[in-house]
């Protein structure tokens, strides 16, 4: 009988995670959206969405994972004083739709998905801010086709082969990490968003109405599990010291998900790379202590070099 009940269990717990599908979104228009310039443009994987705004260089934002380009509505009014900022939701983030059938979400895929970006855009070359994978995203950009960076902003972005928080670790096993994924609910996803924040009192009802109505769609519940399963920092790691674009390194202090120290060995790593740890911030850290991380942001883009 004990046997026949964990079969019946396991069946219907792989039905769940292979073939049953949640609500794709939820009856929510983010305001944000009403209050900036939103596109869309074409790639060869993905009608990719993004935010353009400012005059000068190019900047391009990439969000962290499971977050989207509004993570960085403090960021960009600092910047667009200065530049031409792009805010892009990756596939997997945002409202960016997904076309390529066989995209593997690993750091290659993402990394393409970032140059195909630039190319639909217009862009050979320009500075990329990257937010936790986001950063790790960019920075193998950086590795293997350095010609398009001008300048390298990482935010407390894993890039080191060391084991990942044990918030994430359940999503790289099968049919565990799709039944996260799957039956996520947005107390959830506010639960995860404030361990994010060393200020919970950022973390609004709006901030988490606007991340759940991007975070509910089935694509970008997906790209959960697959990018804790496939985004190999080996592939970073060990290409760290080809870096040549000048790199910032930024971190909250107080990060719960992952470890401060890696900053300063990314910093070591990287050639030439400027560190900065801000106490009393978290994960978010542009989010979080978004004044002291614009003065910092804008202070690096805007030294020679940056034009």
Not at 185 to 196: F, N, P, Q, S, V
Not at 240 to 265: C, K
Not at 281 to 306: K, M, Q, T, W, Y
Request: aromatic fraction near 8%; include cysteine; charge should be negative.
């Amino acid at each position: 009988m004990a046997v026949a009940v964990l079969a019946s269990l396991l069946l219907l717990a792989s039905s769940v995670a292979y073939v049953w599908q949640p609500r794709d979104g939820v009856d929510y228009a983010p305001e944000y959206l009403r209050r900036v310039r939103s596109e869309f443009v074409d790639t060869p994987v993905a009608r990719m969405h993004y935010v353009k705004t400012g005059d000068g260089p190019p900047v391009i934002l990439v969000p962290g994972g499971g977050q989207w380009s509004y993570s960085y509505r403090d960021t960009i009014p600092a910047l667009a004083e200065h530049f031409t900022v792009f805010a892009v939701d990756l596939p997997g983030q945002g409202f960016t739709e997904l076309r390529a059938t066989d995209f593997e979400y690993d750091l290659g895929a993402m990394a393409d998905a970032l140059s195909g970006f630039m190319d639909a855009v217009g862009l050979e070359k320009a500075t990329i801010v990257g937010h936790s994978w986001g950063g790790a995203e960019a920075l193998y950009l950086a590795e293997v086709q350095p010609h398009r960076i001008e300048k390298l902003v990482l935010i407390a972005s894993p890039a080191l082969d060391v084991e990942s928080s044990p918030d994430w670790r359940p999503l790289e096993y099968p049919i565990v990490g799709e039944l996260i994924g799957k039956l996520m609910r947005k107390e959830d996803a506010a639960r995860m968003l404030r361990k994010a924040f060393n200020h919970p009192d950022r973390v609004t009802d709006e901030m988490v109405r606007e991340n759940w109505a991007a975070m509910s769609r089935r694509e970008n519940r997906r790209a959960m599990w697959e990018l804790q399963r496939n985004l190999d920092y080996r592939q970073t790691e060990r290409r760290l010291p080809d870096v040549t674009a000048p790199t910032l390194v930024l971190w909250g202090a107080d990060d719960r998900f992952d470890a401060p120290w890696q900053a300063r060995e990314l910093g070591r790593r990287i050639p030439d790379a400027e560190v900065h740890v801000l106490a009393d911030c978290g994960h978010n850290v542009h989010e979080d202590c978004p004044e002291a991380s614009n003065r910092i942001l804008v202070r690096f883009l805007s030294a020679a070099g940056a034009e």
